[in-house]
């Protein structure tokens, strides 16, 4: 029952290092999104998927990056790490379809420091 | 554009008391879909209900009821008798139907429940 998983929880990073979020989900949705999370603004879209080989730019993409080969993983990337990075990430999926919204699924997060 | 806004930022009740949690939403789309999520101290982000833009009927489950409006662009969210547990930030979020699933979220209410 593992449901939308995310590795690493925690991570230092020094400036202008990289790093590879991961985020899998095993309930078969094709919707997927990473988004961020810094106190007291809410959580903002950096990246989505509806499907493997589709990835799309969400509200703040900047400094990220994001493949989707599997309808199973769905990774981000950060490239040359920045104080303005230091956030909470969050992965999630959906079982949206074309006319139905459904509900995202949430990782436990990912607590990303950099320094 | 779509925007979601909860401009109680922190609330505070004792034990018991009621409390509603607000949220306006703003949107030009005839369809879309109203989400609240919990967000406890552990920080994973817990799915409380989804509503449907052609669906105001107000809804109840146990202590949590919610009222729809579509007059005021409305969608707030009451605890009756709080109780400790409820201690977490909530999110409300807003989805258009893009068939892209994608949720915009408000700033979110800390809500703080003492005993």
């Known amino acids: 029952n593992a449901g939308v998983t995310q590795t690493p929880k925690f991570r230092i990073l020094k400036i202008g290092q990289s790093m590879t979020l991961q985020c899998a989900q095993d309930m078969n949705h094709n919707y997927m999104y990473w988004y961020r999370q810094d106190p007291g603004m809410g959580l903002k879209l950096i990246y989505y998927s509806v499907g493997a080989g589709i990835t799309d730019k969400g509200e703040v993409p900047n400094g990220y990056n994001v493949s989707r080969s599997t309808t199973e993983d769905f990774p981000l990337r950060l490239e040359l790490a920045a104080p303005s990075q230091t956030s909470v990430y969050f992965c999630?999926?959906?079982?949206?379809?074309?006319?139905?919204?459904?509900?995202?699924?949430f990782g436990e997060g990912s607590r990303l420091t950099v320094l | 554009a779509q925007k979601v806004t909860q401009a109680q930022t922190e609330i505070s009740v004792v034990e018991k008391e009621d409390v509603t949690l607000d949220c306006v939403y703003e949107?030009?789309?005839?369809?879309?879909?109203l989400f609240w999520y919990k967000q406890p101290p552990s920080g994973e982000l817990v799915f409380l209900i989804r509503r449907n833009s052609f669906d105001e009927q107000n809804e109840i489950s146990g202590r949590y009821s919610w009222n729809f409006q579509k007059s005021t662009s409305s969608f707030n969210f009451t605890i009756t008798a709080s109780q400790v547990v409820d201690s977490a930030v909530y999110f409300c979020a807003l989805s258009e139907n893009s068939n892209t699933g994608k949720l915009i979220f408000g700033q979110g209410t800390t809500l703080q429940v003492k005993p």
């Open positions: 949107t030009r789309d005839t369809t879309y879909y």
């Open positions: 999630a999926s959906s079982k949206t379809s074309a006319v139905n919204t459904g509900e995202l699924f």
